[in-house]
């Protein structure tokens, strides 16, 4: 079997408060944004996944030192109505924090399933953007973006989809403007893999009809990809519900504000409601509305899963 090569280390600080992010076979999920700091002084704030399990009951704040060694996924998920790759460091196991060593690594051993985009700045700079498919567990693959500059940009710019190729680096977060439809700017954030050193896995030796195979796998997987993305975008659309709650405290025990979808707060005649969103679960709806009232609860009749008492 395919020695599958994803690792990544990470040492930082919480930002922000961790919030339940889903829950798979009574396991809850944290997401939270770690701040790791760049030798630069810059600091890259970085999406994170972690298990409960990892936490062992303790409780993580704003501020918090914590460093992670895990591996780098991606995810589909609809925003806006469309279906969007999302990048996030999964926790696989906290350990002790070591403030000598390097605080962002990350290592990639993969498939190049887009050509690479090969391009030079206006200021004279050479950039080479790519699309890595990494082989994962049960027939999964991450869908990782990187970037390149300099001699190794021009390196990556001779590949082709299907080289498999191996990297070293760190994951970054990087901001840029985004022009709406109308004309408005929004920031947005990217998180994608800055490489530093980067090579061929295959030698000359093997041959043209190697690299034609792994060309035609990786085009395969990359389109496989594509269909599933809007399979599970048509499926996430019909699964998900328009969530309200309630600006009155409710009689329920503990006088919680109470989250309701759409339809049941329809038939409760609730007069005085705010919208919080468009959501696959209670659970995503419920956290989204404690930021507006900090004792939200989910309706025990339409969010049973969120729903506290």
Known sequence: MENVINTLH?????VGKPVVGHEAFGEKFYYLTLGVPRLSGAMDHLPITLSE?????ALLSDGDALAIE???RSYNKIIEGA???LITAFAQKIVELDERENPNQIQLTGTLCKAPAYRTTPFGREIADMMLAVNRAYGKSDYIPCITWGRSARFAAKLSVGDKITLTGRLQSRGYQKQMPDGSVVEKTAYEVSVGHL???EGAAIGNL??????????CTFLKYHMELAQSSRKEISMNKHFYINN???LNPGLHHEVHTQEHAAQLGIRSAQYVGYFASEVEAVAQAKKIYFDADGCATCCPKA???
């Open 210 to 219: 190697l690299a034609q195979i792994n060309r035609s796998f990786a085009i």
């Open 199 to 201: 090579e061929l896995v």
């Open 307 to 309: 729903h506290r008492g």
């Open 70 to 72: 895990g591996q780098v």
């Open 53 to 57: 399990r990892l936490l062992d009951g």
């Open 10 to 14: 990470l040492c930082g600080r919480v």
């Open 83 to 85: 279906g969007r790759l």
């Open 248 to 250: 009155n405290q409710t």
